[in-house]
């Protein structure tokens, strides 16, 4: 049976495999060949489509009209010499009106498989743009960096670079100026092996924030899904127009990937710019609504993105439509892989339920032009039944909200309740996230399921994290209404900024708490831009409409973000030095399992953990011994405490059959990672202070 199988009212052809795979839905958009050009449109429900093309400087001038002809499986072509590289055109679509349909034959739509973009004046003034793909990549390949040695780290095109100083004021906040050498010094002294990028596909402001006099910063509101956004570009790029546009993507990747840097990015598949019905209609809505968009019969949407629409990915050309854009950015852009937002959308059937057998969801793991990318999963969207974490096929790995709320649980908000009561629970759920969150993923998938977070683009920085305890959202107009409410904070004593010494030393080694656990558990770790060094955003946990200071990163830093940076370099390097740090499997007692690190647990005393220990809310420190059993690299076995009170401790090295000795590689308590490899023996007592962590080698 075809993997990509999707039921269709509209039968398959005799021969074909499955609807998804039909051959009525290949090579959709614009294709040149012979001097000439062929566009293939779909929409099963249009009565007739009519090509519109643009004089070049004037986008507003029709200078042709052109009608398409209906072929079968709902597919409307034409072959026109009229297309060639460089040609704006715009689409016209009429048929019947019925629920769920909106066609108007007077609006000009883009091509949902444009290659290239141009704006004109006006909100929904754009036209598509005929593309002759190409570069000259060279010799230069894909990382093909293997999943357990990988470190994300998740940064915005113009906030990563806009305020750099080593970047050249021109290249600021542009696809260039993320891979200029100043800032690719930067991400291999930090450690880092893949850049995730917040989308970069071609994205609008929606029209409420324009009415205020924001945009829409983060760019979760596709306009289309196979061009790169314009704005990201430079200058020189813009004025050179979308083809030039596509060289400087093309470029960034290039110079990343002959760095080793990997480039994942955040994609927008499960909604679209055109919000509910009455907002923009600039693309989907208007060449085939009723089978594009999830609808109630009555052709009201059934939102579970919060955004006003859904994509139907039921349907096998909404479905071919994500998958043909992620080929193309595979293959064309040469990107190594995807994170989707929302994910749980796109695996929604013909009755709005989730189910891990999608076709779209088993297609994406098992295509084989998407083979070797990275996969990740937003679990989760907002309609019924939609967290699912844990339920992603097997080659997907998942966002893990689960571990990122244990982990602040109990470095911050426990914290906080014991200082007016006793902690509330043991330290048991944080060792299992620690040890890559085994009760969430099954043993088939592993701990590389796990895409470990403290912090993302959407919430706290690391800084405000642990520095204030309720959001400060009044820069975005909605009344500090918008952003979670559960953020499981702890300001340490002060909301906000406070010149109090005891306040700012807890709160900075809460910070080299959670980027220690976040360095050091098994499964992927992504790290957000910003937080090696403590950026804020003064409160503000949902910063979307804030293109601004509060949200670029600045490159300026006191002495405390430089020693706090000290401590993330180390931790990457640590992490990729002691593959017992990474298992690609979990262990099973009593097997030899390659690349599953064999994890024991002890207590303060340096003795096996019994039972009751792991849930008495009076017990919150262990000692966790982590021994690799490599088929690549050699043995290795660490050591790493950890101490969730703010009393200090004595602790008791373990004995241990084949451990001589300890080396010590780190301590959270230290201000600046010290330099010095101490030598303890076992049995030795170790003193730790209130809420810390210490990692040794065990040799």
């Known amino acids: 049976m075809c993997p ?54 004037d986008l507003d001038w029709e200078t042709a009209q052109l009608a398409l002809e209906r072929r079968p499986g709902g597919v409307w072509e034409i072959t026109t010499e009229l297309l060639q590289p460089g040609t704006r055109y715009a689409l016209r679509v009429d048929g019947a009106h019925s629920p769920g349909n909106t066609f108007n034959p007077e609006t000009l739509l883009l091509d949902p498989y444009g290659r290239g973009l141009a704006q004109g004046d006006g909100y929904e003034e754009w036209r598509s743009v005929v593309i002759a793909d190409g570069f000259d990549w060279g010799d230069v390949t894909k990382p093909q960096t293997p999943l357990d040695r990988t470190v994300i780290y998740e940064g915005h095109v113009k906030g990563l670079t806009k305020r750099h100083p080593g970047v050249p004021p021109a290249l600021h906040g542009t696809y260039a100026g993320v891979a200029n050498p100043a800032m690719i010094e930067y991400y291999r002294e930090l450690g880092i092996t893949a850049v995730e990028l917040l989308p970069v596909q071609a994205f609008a402001s929606e029209p409420r924030l324009l009415d205020r006099g924001l945009t829409n910063y983060w760019g979760y509101n596709t306009l289309n899904f196979f061009t790169p956004h314009t704005a990201y570009a430079t200058e020189e790029a813009r004025k ?35 919000e509910g019905i009455g907002g923009p209609r600039t693309s989907l809505r208007g060449i085939d609504n009723a089978l ?18 859904t994509l139907n990915t039921a349907t096998p050309a909404a479905a071919r439509l994500v998958l043909d854009s992620l080929r193309y950015w595979t293959t064309e852009m040469q990107v190594d892989g995807f994170r989707f937002d929302l994910a749980t959308a796109l695996g929604r059937d013909e009755g709005n339920a989730y189910t891990p057998e999608h076709p779209l969801l088993q297609a994406i793991r098992t295509d084989p032009v998407l083979a070797g990318a ?10 019924l039944g939609g967290w699912q974490t844990g339920n992603f096929p097997t080659g997907w790995s998942e966002w893990n909200d689960r571990y990122r709320d244990r982990v602040r649980n109990f470095w911050l908000s426990d914290i906080d309740y014991a200082r007016r009561a006793s902690a509330p629970t ?32 959407d919430g706290f920085t690391l800084h405000d994290l642990v520095s204030y305890d309720v959001k400060h959202n009044e820069a975005n107009g909605e009344n500090n209404h918008d952003g979670a409410d559960m953020n499981r904070a702890f300001n340490h004593g002060a909301e906000g900024p406070t010149d109090d010494p005891a306040i700012l030393a807890a709160r900075r080694k809460a910070m080299r708490n959670l980027l220690g656990t976040l360095m050091l558990s098994a499964g992927v770790p992504m790290l957000t831009a910003g937080d090696e060094f403590g950026r804020t955003q003064r409160g503000n946990n949902n910063a979307y409409c804030q293109d601004s200071a509060l949200s670029w ?84 076995r660490i050591l790493l405490m950890v101490h969730g009170t703010e009393s200090p401790i004595d602790v008791r090295l373990p004995a241990l059959e084949g451990v001589t000795r300890y080396v010590s590689l780190w301590s959270s308590a230290d201000e600046r990672p010290s330099a010095v490899e101490t030598v303890h023996r076992p049995g030795d007592v170790i003193a730790l202070p209130g809420t810390s962590m210490r990692l040794f080698r065990a040799e």
């Open 4 to 57: 990509h199988a999707i039921e269709d009212e509209t039968p398959a052809p005799d021969g074909e495999s499955c609807s998804l795979c039909s051959p009525s839905l290949d090579d959709l958009g614009v294709r040149l060949h012979d001097g000439t050009a062929t566009l293939r449109v779909w929409s099963q429900n249009a009565s007739a489509i009519e090509l519109v093309i643009f004089d070049e400087t």
């Open 240 to 274: 050179g127009g979308p083809e030039a546009v596509l060289r400087e993507f093309k470029g960034m990747v290039k110079l990343l990937h002959e760095a080793g840097i990997e480039v994942i990015l955040d994609v927008v598949y499960n909604h679209t710019n055109e």
């Open 292 to 309: 594009y968009y999830r609808q109630q019969p009555d052709g009201s949407y059934i939102d579970t993105t919060g955004c006003g629409n």
């Open 374 to 383: 990275k996969i990740i999963a937003e679990p989760w969207d907002v309609g």
């Open 426 to 457: 043991g330290i048991g759920g944080f060792a299992n996230r620690l040890a890559g969150s085994a009760n969430t993923f099954s043993d088939e998938r592993g701990p590389l399921a796990s895409i470990n977070f403290v912090t993302s683009h």
């Open 553 to 636: 990163l600045n490159w300026e830093h006191e002495p405390w973000q430089q020693d706090l940076l000290a401590h993330a370099t180390l931790l990457t390097r640590l992490r990729d030095e002691n593959p017992a740090l990474r298992p690609l499997l979990y262990a099973r007692l009593g097997e030899h399992i390659p690349n599953a690190s064999v994890m024991d647990w002890f207590d303060q005393d340096g003795e096996t953990m019994e039972v009751e220990q792991w849930n008495d809310p009076r017990n919150r420190t262990l000692q966790y011994v982590a021994a690799s059993t490599p088929d690549k690299e050699a043995f290795n």
